[in-house]
């Protein structure tokens, strides 16, 4: 069974930084490409940037230069340090395959003040 576990959200002001965590169990890790998604309250859930299983990343046009996905497939973990952290970042952050599995974690919920 697919679990994935999202951690490190917080309150933070504006030009602060996190690191988000997303620990995988139940799969071959180090054969699936990973990314983060968020979801702001009302809102359909965006991709917010992927790496794919050799290490290649993307990232959505308003995060590039600020965030930074990685992965580390020994600890089956994938993570998101958030730099520059603007009020418009504020969501509820997931980790999932790309394609996404069907069950998703519980989430991890940024919050940036102005």
């Known amino acids: 069974q697919v679990r994935l576990i999202e951690s490190g959200g917080g309150l933070v002001q504006a030009g602060g930084s996190l690191k988000l965590s997303c620990a995988a169990s139940?799969?071959?890790?180090?054969?699936?490409?990973m990314a983060w998604f968020r979801q702001e309250t009302g809102k359909q859930r965006e991709l917010v940037a992927f790496v794919t299983n050799g290490g290649n990343t993307n990232y959505t046009d308003s995060v590039k230069g600020r965030f930074t996905i990685s992965r580390d497939n020994a600890k089956r973990t994938v993570y998101l340090q958030m730099n520059s952290l603007k009020p418009e970042d504020t969501a509820v952050y997931y980790c999932n395959r790309i394609p996404p599995y069907a069950d998703w974690g519980q989430g991890t919920q940024v919050t940036v003040s102005s």
């Open positions: 139940g799969v071959i890790f180090s054969l699936i490409h």
